[in-house]
């Protein structure tokens, strides 16, 4: 189970003994000499507070603010979170404190307005496909590791005075600029290795298109418990990190099932649902037509990209690999090497 990573403040010396990691809560009433030396310790990162209402799901809406761009998907993500520690119960049931049995314990924290603990903030962090970054007022950082190589992909949030979350922004996003249009940025992922060296750089910002060997070297090394189709998704998000694309494949399929993917590499919560929903009612429907085919037909989720090789004098290149329906090219950009 992953551990909380201690790292100093930054452009301190370090005079803080060693903290604990956050204990859960929700009631943001701040003092206002902890709210100062927050604010600033964020601000020599180039990072501010986006506030989230205090009504116990403090934690989920600063987690559905990073990853989605508003607080609003808090219920979603709660659910995502217990449905995960479920299906993974000896990895969490240890770690219950108080004595409290199993069954009470997740069936409280299922409810709306419980206040968010470690194990939650553990269990979110493999959820949202990235490790967190916990700032508090003159303590150390905590981070938790969930996947190791993705160096650059941090949900950012704050504890503060012991029973409030908030989420954490760059500096530079005027807080009023994501509400000017309908595509809502998300506070997150956030590279805390580049704000710390001083980079421009702060978001992750490639998507690199996987090739079919590397897709299927992610879905080896999950124990081919997935399609193809979604850890091609997943290694886009991971920036073409094998490592992390398939403990992710792995983990979403621990507690959702083999998903097709298709609506996005981290889409909304009810795009998914919504996209199986329609593909299990719709009897004769082409693609469930095409995912059922046998006597050896390739089915959709072995399509992969076409590959264009520049020749030495430029132009157009020479196409290779293969298409199974090359009307694709309109829902998929062919990949140019």
């Known amino acids: 189970m992953t551990s909380f990573h201690r790292i100093p403040p930054h452009n301190h010396a370090d005079p803080y003994p060693p903290s604990t990691p956050p204990q859960r809560g929700s009631k943001a009433s701040h003092s206002g000499d902890d709210e100062h030396l927050l604010r600033s310790q964020l601000r020599d990162l180039g990072l501010r507070i986006e506030v989230m209402a205090a009504d116990g799901n403090c934690f989920f809406r600063a987690l559905s603010d990073q990853r989605w761009g508003d607080d609003s998907h808090h219920e979603a993500l709660r659910r995502d979170v217990i449905s995960y520690m479920r299906a993974n119960r000896t990895d969490f049931e240890p770690f219950i404190e108080d004595d409290e049995k199993w069954d009470t314990y997740i069936a409280r924290m299922a409810e709306d307005g419980t206040w968010a603990g470690n194990l939650e903030l553990q269990a979110a962090s493999v959820v949202c496909f990235a490790n967190l970054c916990v700032h508090q007022a003159g303590q150390p950082r905590w981070e938790i590791i969930n996947y190791a ?7 950012h949030v704050a504890y503060q005075d012991g029973d409030h979350y908030n989420s954490v922004r760059l500096l530079s996003e005027d807080r009023f600029d994501r509400y000017d249009s309908d595509q809502q940025q998300p506070g997150g992922p956030i590279s805390l290795s580049k704000l710390e060296s001083g980079f421009d750089a702060f978001r992750p910002n490639k998507k690199r298109e996987p090739s079919g060997n590397v897709v299927n070297e992610t879905l080896q090394l999950s124990g081919n418990v997935g399609k193809k189709t979604r850890a091609r998704e997943l290694l886009r998000l991971f920036d073409g990190c094998v490592d992390s694309a398939s403990a992710a494949l792995k983990n979403e399929v621990s507690y959702k099932g083999v998903l097709r993917g298709g609506v996005g590499d981290d889409p909304v919560p009810g795009v998914l649902d919504a996209m199986h929903e329609k593909n299990e009612t719709e009897a004769g429907d082409e693609i ?9 037909d390739v089915s959709e989720d072995d399509w992969e990209p076409v590959v264009y090789k520049k020749g030495t004098r430029g132009g157009g290149g020479k196409r290779v690999g ?4 090359d009307t694709l090219d309109e829902q998929v950009a062919a990949l140019q090497i």
Not at 322 to 325: A, E, F, G, H, L
């Open 288 to 296: 469930n037509a095409e995912d059922e085919t046998s006597d050896g």
């Open 322 to 325: 293969r298409r199974r329906d």
């Open 149 to 155: 190589y993705a160096k650059d992909r941090y949900f």
